[in-house]
């Protein structure tokens, strides 16, 4: 699965900003669409996460309350509604997809995920 990400950019503190990503092939029903950020210096980290058929979520405390992921099942995409952007928000946001071959609850562990995009930057000016 090939996954292309969008919609990142440069916004001031307390904007919002919407992301975007489509896969290539079809997503399958036990499939899991995530995003993930990595700040200049930092690990790679969870953001949320969203089971394509039931549509359960999963957040991480950073960004629980101000993000919102969404899937778009006609169109096979994932986006991710950000919100209250602060500077510590500035990363490269990656989606990436978990195929869940043995039917397990969302995770936020990155090394589950199976197909990674190439990541869109995004920067929150204070």
């Known amino acids: 699965v090939q996954l292309q990400a969008s919609g990142g950019g440069l916004v001031q503190a307390g904007g919002s900003l919407r992301l975007s990503c489509a896969a290539s092939d079809p997503i399958l029903s036990n499939y899991h669409l995530g995003w993930f950020r990595q700040a200049p210096g930092k690990e790679r980290e969870f953001v949320t996460a969203i089971s394509w058929r039931e549509g359960n979520t999963l957040y991480s405390e950073s960004v629980k309350g101000r993000f919102k992921i969404s899937r778009d099942v006609a169109k096979e995409m994932v986006n991710l509604q950000m919100n209250s952007l602060q500077p510590e928000d500035t990363a490269v946001y990656y989606c990436?997809?978990?195929?869940?071959?043995?039917?397990?609850?969302?995770?936020?562990?990155?090394?589950?995920?199976?197909?990674w995009g190439q990541g869109t930057q995004v920067t929150v000016s204070s």
């Open positions: 990436a997809v978990r195929q869940n071959r043995y039917r397990t609850p969302l995770t936020a562990l990155r090394a589950q995920y199976d197909f």
